[in-house]
């Protein structure tokens, strides 16, 4: 089975504070992708990686950085929290362009 | 609690009923499809797949019927069970394209005893 793990199932930040949200997938899949999820919105992509190094911002990558230095690890980055940023964080990978994604189990992000 | 699920459609089923749930899409360039489970406190769970070459597919317990002249997707669930209990979202995805998923708000379910 596929297992993408992201590091915390909730935080709690202050705003201004610099959060970094982790997720490991043990497959080997190439790209990796994070999405917020928020009522009424679905999901919505941030940023996405298809391969070590390389980063493409995605639908709404305003306030967000990435990094991938390892290819089973993606970094969300927000370099400076703000209370609209409060959000479930949901990380997916894929084995290929013509795969599917698969998810983890979300980080629910409070910003206060 | 799960605030995902605030603003959504809900359908409500007798146990042991069939569940249909909907989902209009908007690209018409669109030629793949997923439909995802998401419980509570969980991230989205891959259910089952179409191509746009077929009309129909099942699974265990599941259907999924396309229709691209209207661009149209169901999901059908057989025998509703509480553990049937999520919210229930499509992605399209345009494989002759940039292969991004557009996801669907999504629909609630709720079986009832």
């Known amino acids: 089975d596929v297992k993408v793990t992201q590091s915390s199932r909730y935080l709690v930040k202050r705003t201004g504070e610099k959060v970094f949200l982790e997720c490991v997938q043990d497959?080997?899949?190439?790209?990796m992708f994070w999405y917020r999820q928020d009522p009424g919105l679905g999901l919505r992509l941030i940023y996405f990686?298809?391969?070590?190094?390389?980063?493409e911002k995605g639908d709404i990558p305003e306030g967000y950085s990435v990094s991938r230095e390892k290819k089973e690890r993606f970094s969300l980055i927000l370099e400076s929290a703000s209370t609209n940023q409060t959000s479930m964080y949901l990380c997916?990978?894929?084995?290929?362009?013509?795969?599917?994604?698969?998810f983890g189990a979300g980080t629910r992000l409070s910003v206060l | 609690g799960e605030s995902v699920g605030l603003h959504l459609p809900t359908l409500s089923v007798q146990e042991g009923d069939n569940s249909i749930i909907n989902c209009a899409y908007s690209?018409?360039?669109?030629?793949?499809f997923i439909w995802y489970k998401q419980e509570s406190g969980k991230g989205p769970q891959f259910i089952i797949d179409?191509?746009?070459?077929?009309d129909k597919r099942q699974g265990q317990r599941v259907t999924v019927l396309l229709n691209k002249t209207v661009k149209h997707l169901s999901l059908q669930i057989a025998a509703t069970q509480p553990g049937d209990s999520a919210v229930y979202f499509c992605?399209?995805?345009?494989?002759?394209?940039?292969?991004?998923?557009?996801f669907g708000t999504g629909t609630r379910l709720k079986v009832l005893a």
């Open positions: 997916a990978s894929r084995q290929g362009i013509k795969n599917i994604q698969y």
């Open positions: 497959m080997d899949h190439e790209n």
């Open positions: 990686s298809y391969d070590v190094k390389m980063k």
């Open positions: 690209n018409s360039a669109s030629d793949y």
């Open positions: 179409i191509r746009s070459n077929m």
């Open positions: 992605a399209e995805i345009d494989r002759g394209g940039t292969y991004k998923y557009i």
